[in-house]
């Protein structure tokens, strides 16, 4: 199918274009920009008046629960919720039931993804078998099913020795190590940021010193052995400072934050809503400005959803009882238009922490709309609002401490590999 996008502003922070601008689409990549390729008749026109035109978002960090927790989400339903928040590409933790810690699981959840309606899915494999931290899986095997890097989701390898064998074995193959720096002992118990409100409130506190402990391991054998690392879902400032300090002696490392961390602190649990139970905790307001201007200033390199559906019965219970996690795939466009708003930042360059950036994290062609690439493409109204209700979100997980709120920007189409995988009706 040929396709025309008409009459929008085409951002495309990859490739630096802001400007009004035609897309033209034909066997599902990108054939033109502005001008038409010769011999181009377009079969389908979609009218973007008064809309942004960018590339299909990209999320570091999307639970899709299956296999194993399909009575939390199905693939279908967070396919669903994918297309209508405009993101394309995601990649999946390997906290499943099982973990994806072998090749015949990756290879079926590929399998089952590969739909036209459905965003590309990107594995991330388990560093070790069960997530249990004892014994390393078989990477190369994995990478050869489709995961594009390796992790332990919100498990922490508490012995050292495996952690720094894992990052020596990903090192020789230049598989990338994705970990979350929390200290499972320093942690232990804790629902909450270790803070006043978590002391008035009567609830167990984790420490920023759990983050900060466990990535000072992190980084020095990050040091010794030359692995690729990537933190996911930083949550303090002292953290950042960390990693920030890394780099500047020559680490590699890259750093993502969530949505939620951005526009939520500790204070927003004071009434005990278990839709606030987030992991890592959200912390103090002063850690949280602190990630807003690093993600501004590019110390943290991508903004992630954190999707995590939960069912009811695990959220409808005692704060400290709840499942931690919440919704994110719909929300994350809109609290990235919200934050870029408060923070006056230039609209192209907030796009770009949620579509060429992570893409470039990834190592995938995503992200941008040049000539050539997949036409992944998400088309919005930034002067329309979102409202967040269970009634308008389409993952089954309707768990989100954004509920019963307007939000900025609509989602008007997406297109993945030139299927239009969403409609949010065209007036």
Aim: proline share 6%; charged share 20%; with cysteine.
């Amino acid at each position: 199918m040929k396709i025309q996008i008409r009459n929008g502003r085409l951002i495309d922070p990859a490739n630096g274009i802001d400007r009004n601008a035609d897309l033209f689409i034909a066997r599902g990549h990108i054939v033109g920009v502005d001008h038409a390729p010769a011999g181009f008749e377009t079969s389908g026109t979609l009218d973007a008046t008064g809309c942004i035109v960018c590339p299909g978002l990209v999320d570091l960090s999307a639970r899709l629960r299956e296999p194993g927790y399909e009575y939390r989400a199905t693939l279908e339903s967070e396919m669903a919720a994918a297309a209508a928040g405009g993101v394309t590409s995601l990649a999946c933790p390997p906290d499943t039931d099982p973990p994806l810690d072998e090749p015949g699981l990756v290879e079926m959840l590929k399998h089952r993804a590969r739909l036209p309606a459905f965003a590309h899915v990107y594995p991330v494999g388990a560093l070790t078998l069960k997530l249990a931290g004892e014994r390393l899986t078989e990477m190369a095997e994995l990478a050869e099913a489709g995961c594009l890097a390796f992790g332990q989701a919100n498990t922490a390898i508490v012995d050292t020795q495996v952690l720094a064998r894992a990052m020596q074995y990903a090192s020789t193959f230049g598989f990338p190590v994705w970990l979350q720096a929390q200290d499972p002992f320093l942690a232990r118990m804790g629902v909450a940021h270790d803070g006043e409100v978590a002391t008035r409130l009567g609830l167990a506190g984790i420490p920023v010193a759990a983050e900060t402990i466990a990535l000072a391991t992190i980084l020095q054998l990050a040091r010794e052995t030359g692995a690729q690392i990537h933190l996911t879902r930083i949550s303090s400032a002292s953290g950042l400072e960390m990693i920030a300090a890394a780099r500047r002696s020559g680490i590699s490392a890259t750093c993502d934050v969530a949505i939620h961390h951005l526009h939520l602190c500790d204070h927003d649990i004071a009434y005990f809503n278990p839709h606030a139970r987030i992991d890592p905790p959200l912390r103090a307001q002063a850690d949280r400005d602190a990630l807003r201007r690093g993600l501004a200033d590019g110390t943290i390199n991508a903004l992630c959803s954190d999707h995590t559906p939960v069912d009811d019965d695990a959220k409808q219970v005692p704060f400290d009882e709840a499942e931690p996690g919440a919704t994110g795939l719909e929300l994350l466009l809109p609290l990235t238009l919200k934050w870029a708003t408060e923070m006056k930042l230039p609209l192209a360059q907030a796009l770009a922490r949620v579509t060429c950036d992570p893409a470039k994290i990834l190592g995938i062609d995503a992200g941008n709309l040049k000539v050539g690439a997949p036409a992944d493409v998400c088309v919005f109204d930034p002067q329309a609002s979102f409202r967040v209700s269970r009634e308008n979100l389409k993952s089954q997980g309707k768990n989100t401490p954004f509920l019963g709120l307007e939000l900025p920007g609509r989602v008007k189409a997406t297109l993945i590999d030139g299927h239009l995988a969403y409609d949010g009706s065209w007036g």
